[in-house]
């Protein structure tokens, strides 16, 4: 699936939902499935701060795609994050720094992504970008 | 719930309280942040721009003049607010975080020397640690530290052991912003004066709940914000004692501030222009009054026994929360009901009570060693004023519970 496709897919997913109260409970679902980062990545290099909350960002090479793992300590930024990795992870580089995500805004969750909300959700969205210019052209087996 | 208010009527001042917020109206629990304004506030300041806007001090014509006379009119209101001797001594500034300052940089660099001592206490906000850090990093001076218990009360014994000869500043909150605590500032500002130590208390959330006597406490410094009083935001005012004022050096250079400027040399104006470079916020100085006097009007005991009943209300029914825990239980505080909940990440909480269009803060509130003292990252904080109702207490509580549902 390219990354519009998974967009896609997730906004109508959350057209199911007509009340805020389900579409958070799913939210939190995707929080609490999204499988935990492992310890050894939970490092201060990978961390992301918000003012509030704590995210984690782990990224590697998987031969030419660029994958992301996450993680953080309050549960719906767990759930927001689970939807930014959905999106992004396993897409060359290439796609990745020059994605147009729409989903946020679309679902009605950008106020997560606002400046102000400092759950470090923008900082970590920066960040994949970034790694996507970073490893653009590289070609990797291992983890890096 | 007795008293001498009439809140409904209290409620109409402010007109923001009618705010939808995700469909439901507005609940304004983040009062030690910022408390909103009443009408009589917002109305002071466009007045000020639609009918006499001019520069002060320096014009000869009417518009000045009725500026000028509204603004040192302010002036004077802030004296009488903080009991203080002379209207020399009361200092317009852009809020507490900027009076510390101007403290820590006049004062603290002219008087402190390698080896002296600051005590500060472990729940200041960081706006009365840093200045302090980068006033003893630069002077090779020593940061003290006041301990507390685990109700988050001030351990005044370990306060007198850390206070010695070489103690030469000491500047302690009022009020806690994260725990509410109303500490004995009286107390420890007499044993600071018995070693020869000077005094600034941070009175940013006292001032919109206590009445202050500068005087009676005998405070050598007196730094608080006009927004926490349901005034302007953008303003504050430092009180000094006036022999420490002349003392000091000026902050700020530039306009305002000088009496006479050749290239050679320049000396500076009297007090308290001295302190004032520079153009002041002039709209919001002059609405300051208003929020004051909204407050006389109401009358300061009458709002903190209606904002005690508010937090004696909430305190009880919180307590129906399973896994919530209060941090803050100290005897003496004020409105102010700061608390985690087991299991349940405080960013997660005020997400979902948000959604139910109630605005409390999460998060460390600029107070992370307290934080670290509790072994906590943050606490959710409902933190009421005078237009808060047990109505609104309940809502919260339902919005609780539905946090505890979702989540747990
Ligand atoms: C105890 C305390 N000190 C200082 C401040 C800083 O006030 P301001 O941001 O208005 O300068 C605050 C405001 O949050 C406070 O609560």
């Known amino acids: ?144 | 719930m007795s008293n001498n208010l009439d809140i409904t009527a209290i409620r109409n001042d402010f007109p923001i309280l009618e705010e939808i917020v995700n469909g439901k109206q507005l609940v304004y629990f983040d009062n030690a942040a910022t408390t909103q304004k009443p009408k009589v506030v917002l109305d002071a300041i466009s007045g000020y721009y639609e009918h006499y806007n001019a520069n002060i001090h320096r014009g000869i014509h009417q518009l000045a003049e009725k500026a000028t006379a509204a603004f040192e009119d302010s002036r004077k209101r802030l004296q009488q607010f903080l009991n203080a001797p002379s209207f020399e001594e009361i200092i317009f500034t852009y809020g507490t975080t900027d009076g510390i300052n101007l403290v820590a940089q006049t004062y603290g660099r002219k008087f402190l020397k390698e080896g002296d001592e600051v005590i500060i206490s472990a729940m200041e906000h960081h706006s009365n640690i840093v200045p302090w850090q980068m006033l003893c990093e630069e002077k090779g001076c020593i940061l003290k530290v006041i301990p507390i218990n685990d109700d988050g009360e001030l351990l005044m014994d370990e306060y007198e052991a850390l206070l010695t000869e070489r103690t030469k500043f000491v500047s302690v909150v009022h009020v806690s912003n994260s725990l509410g605590t109303i500490n004995p500032v009286k107390e420890i500002i007499r044993k600071a004066h018995e070693v020869g130590a000077k005094v600034l208390l941070d009175g940013a959330q006292a001032s919109s709940h206590l009445s202050i006597d500068v005087q009676d406490l005998d405070c050598d410094f007196y730094s608080l914000s006009l927004h926490k009083i349901y005034g302007p935001t953008g303003m504050g005012i430092l009180f000094g004692k006036k022999e420490l004022l002349n003392a000091m050096p000026p902050y700020r250079g530039g306009g305002e501030m000088i009496k006479e400027v050749t290239f050679e040399k320049t000396t500076y104006n009297e007090l308290p222009y001295k302190f004032e470079a520079g153009t002041p916020n002039i709209a919001d100085v002059i609405a300051a009054k208003y929020a004051l006097d909204y407050v006389d009007t109401l009358g300061k005991p009458n709002i903190a026994a209606y904002e005690n009943s508010l937090l004696e209300y909430a305190t009880q029914a919180v307590m129906e929360i399973e896994g919530l825990k209060i941090i803050g239980k100290a005897k003496e505080k004020v409105s102010v009901l700061s608390f985690v909940i087991d299991g349940i990440h405080h960013q997660d909480t005020g997400v979902l009570l948000d959604q139910q269009g109630i605005a409390v803060r999460t998060g460390h509130h600029c107070t992370q060693p307290l934080m670290r003292r509790f072994n906590i990252t943050g606490t959710t904080r409902a933190s009421f004023a005078v237009y808060n109702t047990t109505a609104e207490i309940d809502r919260l509580i339902q919005g609780l519970h539905k946090v505890k549902k979702m989540l747990g």
């Not at chain 1, 499988?35 to 918000?50: A, S």
């Not at chain 1, 984690?56 to 992301?68: H, Q, S, T, V």
């Not at chain 1, 939807?83 to 060359?92: D, E, I």
Request: hydrophobic letters at 40%; aromatic letters at 10%.
């Open chain 1, 1 to 144: 699936m390219t990354i519009n496709e998974t967009q896609d897919e997730l906004i109508s997913d959350f057209e199911l939902f007509d009340d805020w109260e389900s579409k958070y409970e799913y939210i939190i679902d995707l929080g609490k499935q999204f499988p935990p980062l492992q310890e050894q990545y939970k490092t201060e290099e990978n961390i992301i701060k918000g003012c509030q909350s704590k995210v984690w960002l782990n990224a590697y090479m998987d031969g030419d795609l660029l994958k992301f793992e996450a993680d953080s300590d309050a549960i719906i930024v767990r759930g927001l994050v689970s939807m930014l990795v959905k999106v992004l992870s396993g897409h060359t580089p290439e796609e990745i720094a020059s994605a147009n995500l729409y989903f946020m805004e679309k679902i009605g969750l950008h106020q997560h992504l606002a400046q102000t909300r400092s759950n470090g959700l923008l900082s970590m969205l920066k960040q994949m970008k970034a790694y996507g210019f970073a490893y653009q052209g590289r070609t990797v087996n291992s983890e890096s």
